[in-house]
């Protein structure tokens, strides 16, 4: 079945980069759509980027644009979200997640059907 490792979080001081990696495995991961959400305490899960199948298209939520970059690399079945300038509202778990049905963007966590575990990344004032 289909399967979902992220990995790359940590503990980093407000203005440092962190670069998280989620491994997919299970499928052809080169036709899901792949996106990162984030839960920070007390909150709902939100979207933070999305990514096309071919990586062409991209999509943030505002509060990341232009700090935030995802890529895939399909020959390594691997997503990742390059984190720089980070604040600390950016504090919250990360989740990867994955869809084969999607034919565009979705910033809705209803319309991905498959789930990493979760990376913590806490960003210190």
């Known amino acids: 079945q289909v399967r979902l490792v992220e990995s790359g979080g940590g503990l980093v001081q407000a203005g440092g980069s962190l670069r998280l990696s989620c491994v997919f495995s299970?499928?052809?991961?080169?036709?899901?759509?792949m996106a990162w959400f984030r839960q920070a305490p007390g909150k709902e899960r939100e979207f933070a980027a999305a990514?096309?199948?071919?990586?062409?298209?991209?999509y943030y939520t505002d509060s990341v644009k232009g700090r935030f970059t995802i890529s895939r690399d399909n020959a390594k079945n691997t997503v990742y979200l390059q984190m720089n300038s980070l604040k600390p509202d950016d504090t919250a778990v990360y989740y990867c997640?994955?869809?084969?049905?999607?034919?565009?963007?979705?910033?809705?966590?209803?319309?991905?059907?498959?789930w990493g575990q979760g990376t913590q990344v806490t960003v210190s004032s």
């Open positions: 990514i096309s199948w071919g990586g062409v298209s991209t």
């Open positions: 997640a994955g869809d084969l049905s999607l034919g565009s963007y979705s910033d809705s966590r209803y319309q991905y059907t498959y």
């Open positions: 299970g499928h052809s991961f080169n036709l899901y759509y």
